[in-house]
């Protein structure tokens, strides 16, 4: 099996830099500017108490854009993983991270409600392991009004990954 952090950089640079699946993540990826990091917890609240140490992280590093963390001792199916995100983004809230980070599930089962489990477009959000991509909002906002059409990204990467097949 290959190794979680490699796996999931060439899934970066292949996938979401390479297909241009996110238009805002070749820059802070060419900077060094994302981290990935590990959990090993095996346990929900393992997993969630690791997600607030990459907050307080984030918090304490500015020059880090965004985290990535994997995963990697929680074997959970796909709507399980929904159900710890929304309780993880619960948390966040808790400790005062409302408006201020948000996080975007990825999965290596991941479908969209209501779409074919079969549909490459699932593949936006499917990864080589679970993981929890951390950004900071502030960032987002800065990338959205810099993007010419951010309402035609999804309608394109639907289009680019069902032609890959």
Same mark, same amino acid.
């Given at each position: 099996? #290959? =190794?979680?952090?490699?796996?999931?950089? %060439? $899934?970066?640079? /292949? =996938?979401?830099?390479?297909?241009? *699946?996110?238009?805002?993540?070749?820059g802070p990826l060419r900077a060094g500017r994302v981290r990935i990091?590990?959990? /090993?917890?095996?346990?929900? =609240?393992?997993? &969630? #108490? /690791?997600?607030?140490? +990459?907050a307080?992280?984030?918090? +304490?590093?500015? &020059?880090v854009e965004t985290t990535l963390l994997l995963l990697t001792g929680l074997p959970v199916d796909f709507e399980t993983f929904l159900d710890l995100t929304a309780l993880a983004e619960d948390v966040l809230a808790d400790e005062g991270y409302e408006g201020e980070l948000q996080i975007v599930a990825f999965h290596p089962d991941f479908c969209f409600?209501?779409? /074919?489990p079969d549909d490459p477009a699932n593949a936006v959000?499917?990864?080589?392991? #679970? *993981? $929890?991509? *951390?950004?900071?909002?502030?960032? %987002? =906002?800065?990338a959205i009004a810099g993007h010419p059409d951010v309402a035609g990204i999804p309608e394109r990467n639907a289009r680019v990954l069902r032609e890959r097949g």
């Open positions: 099996m #290959t =190794e979680p952090i490699p796996a999931v950089r %060439v $899934w970066l640079r /292949d =996938e979401i830099v390479g297909l241009d *699946l996110c238009p805002f993540a070749a990091a590990s959990s /090993d917890a095996q346990d929900p =609240e393992g997993a &969630v #108490t /690791d997600l607030l140490l +990459e307080r992280h984030l918090d +304490e590093h500015p &020059v409600a209501g779409a /074919d959000n499917r990864s080589p392991v #679970t *993981l $929890w991509h *951390l950004l900071r909002a502030q960032s %987002v =906002e800065r």
